[in-house]
């Protein structure tokens, strides 16, 4: 079972150099989700909404009683926010996310993603394949080999390595999960201010949905077993206080679960796009691409006043 919760707002952004309207990106980008569940078996969609336009509401409810998809909605009330910046106003859905996620079955996917996060028509049945063979290569692949090289390092021949790895049926037991974008800071370029803070050694692997590696930092959307967020609870609930001197941010959150606990993956060449800043644009990405995307997920219910795609071109240069 495939769980995928998107928290909704389009009161305030966050970014404010957004290189599309707020409404519009959020409602967008939801229905690339719905386009994605039509090539998806025993899957939901649960979606949080904090207290978005009545016009925003209406459009939401709409599109998906109109896709005949599961969608469940949890339509926050108004709530006191006042002296809090829009971020810290958004840790409040974080939590009603996470409390929803805690008491989901163990074994089943969570793919939590946030509401600017626009996808190709098959970017989650083919996150959900790409899963399935980084696991068995982190789980089934790699103890094979180290059991290789420990036989090597004692002096087996290849004759007897051969037999003895034929017959080692071990497994390691390592979470996996799957950061959909290609965070573009993540690399060294020219234009890459953070190069010295965000750069760092990552093993790069050839998967059948294209080449991924693996990665130290996310944001707040990826995909992991259910049971993932319940063992690391604790790092998990620190999401609904970063911006205060208790978590400052996911670099000092959980960053802490991808560098110790979790072999977390990034694609390089990826089927979903952050809807927030030009450079965000993939390296793999002509600027087309993104147009074209963006028109394919209009809506019954998109504003053409809402709908421009303002990409600065020079930002997305190497």
């Not at 953070?194 to 930092?217: E, K, S």
């Amino acid at each position: 079972m495939l769980h995928i919760i998107t928290r909704t707002c389009d009161k305030a952004s966050i970014q404010s150099k957004r290189i599309v309207n707020k409404t519009e990106c959020a409602l967008r980008c939801v229905n690339s989700v719905l386009k994605n569940m039509e090539n998806l078996e025993d899957v939901d969609y649960h979606i949080i909404d904090d207290r978005s336009s009545e016009y925003f509401r209406d459009s939401l409810t709409k599109i998906c009683e109109e896709s005949k998809h599961k969608v469940t909605f949890d339509f926050l009330e108004d709530r006191d926010t006042e002296g809090q910046n829009p971020h810290t106003q958004s840790r409040f859905s974080v939590k009603v996310a996470y409390d929803y996620i805690y008491n989901l079955p163990d074994e089943d996917f969570v793919y939590i993603v946030d509401d600017d996060h626009l996808h190709h028509p098959d970017a989650i049945p083919r996150m959900l394949h790409t899963w399935k063979y980084l696991d068995h290569m982190v789980n089934v692949v790699t103890p094979r080999h180290n059991f290789r090289k420990a036989l090597w390092a004692i002096g087996k021949s290849d004759e007897e390595t051969d037999l003895q790895v034929a017959q080692f049926k071990e497994k390691s037991n390592k979470d996996v999960g799957i950061f959909p974008q290609c965070f573009v800071q993540m690399f060294p370029y020219e234009k890459n201010i953070t190069l010295d803070f965000y750069v760092r050694p990552c093993t790069v692997l050839p998967t059948p949905t294209g080449y991924y590696q693996t990665t130290w930092y996310t944001h707040e959307t990826f995909m992991l077993k259910a049971k993932v967020f319940k063992k690391h609870k604790e790092i998990f609930n620190k999401l609904q206080v970063t911006g205060t001197p208790a978590a400052g941010w996911e670099g000092d959150t959980i960053s802490e679960l991808w560098e110790k606990h979790v072999s977390m993956f990034m694609p390089l060449d990826p089927y979903v796009m952050h809807m927030s800043v030009s450079r965000d644009l993939p390296f793999s990405w002509r600027p087309e691409y993104i147009v074209k995307l963006w028109e394919d997920n209009k809506t019954p219910y998109s504003l053409s006043e809402n709908s421009d795609i303002n990409l600065n071109i020079e930002e997305t240069f190497l």
